[in-house]
T-cell receptor, first 114, second 114 residues
Framework: NAGVTQTPKFQVLKTGQSMTLQCAQD?????MYWYRQDPGMGLRLIYY???????DKGEVPNGYNVSRLNKREFSLRLESAAPSQTSVYFC?????????????FGDGTRLSIL | SQKIEQNSEALNIQEGKTATLTCNYTNYSPAYLQWYRQDPGRGPVFLLL?????KEKRKERLKVTFDTTLKQSLFHITASQPADSATYLC?????????????FGKGTKLSVKP
């Protein structure tokens, strides 16, 4: 049982390049999330998808787009990468029920933008 | 303004002692509060969830308390071991927010010395 799988694990980009971070979960969860984690800032929500076919902005959505491709997959795209987007990106999912559900995280994508 | 604060960035204790981590919040009305463990280079892992109408929750050596009057949750690890060394994150699910979305504290790094 893989849980939440993120690819790639590491990436270095140049300013202005584009990139898509991939996330897949095998737990049949409805909700999926993208976070970024920066030193001293904690985890901040970028976008989330409460169910297949829906996406909504979180706390820090600027510079990002997302696609909920199907129930399993939720991708995060940087159209024109900026150094301020250097961070560790985590994808998470949570199961049935409206509230009080734990989130299951992948091991992150470490992204550096030069 | 709304804040969720984990009072210590780092906590060092001796093996066998009880570690107590604090999470305080301001201007939130949490329906649930969760605690996660994060090891270096890994994603957060869910540990415990406590509801607003629960005072205490236990799981093996872990105990969480939730005081909505003090706006505080305490996380205890009894008989601590070096393997408990990690960063611990608290997260709350706010009544006013989107269902299932979590707001994370910045974490407390716990070091247990043998």
């Amino acid at each position: 049982n893989a849980g939440v799988t993120q690819t790639p694990k590491f990436q270095v980009l140049k300013t202005g390049q584009s990139m898509t971070l991939q996330c897949a979960q095998d737990m049949n969860h409805n909700s999926m999330y993208w976070y970024r984690q920066d030193p001293g800032m904690g985890l901040r929500l970028i976008y989330y998808s409460a169910s297949e076919g829906t996406t909504d902005k979180g706390e820090v959505p600027n510079g990002y787009n997302v696609s909920r491709l199907n129930k399993r997959e939720f991708s995060l795209r940087l159209e024109s990468a900026a150094p301020s987007q250097t961070s560790v990106y985590f994808c998470a999912s949570s199961g049935e029920g409206l509230r009080g559900q734990p989130q299951h995280f992948g091991d992150g994508t470490r992204l550096s933008i030069l | 303004s709304q804040k969720i604060e984990q009072n210590s960035e780092a906590l060092n204790i001796q093996e066998g002692k009880t570690a107590t981590l604090t999470c305080n919040y301001t201007n939130y009305s949490p329906a649930y509060l969760q605690w996660y463990r994060q090891d270096p280079g890994r994603g957060p892992v869910f540990l415990l969830l406590i509801r607003e109408n629960e005072k205490e929750k236990r799981k093996e050596r872990l105990k969480v308390t939730f005081d909505t009057t003090l706006k505080q949750s305490l996380f205890h690890i009894t008989a601590s071991q070096p393997a408990d060394s990690a960063t611990y994150l608290c997260a709350l699910e706010n009544y006013g927010g989107s269902q299932g979305n979590l707001i994370f504290g910045k974490g407390t790094k716990l070091s247990v010395k043998p």
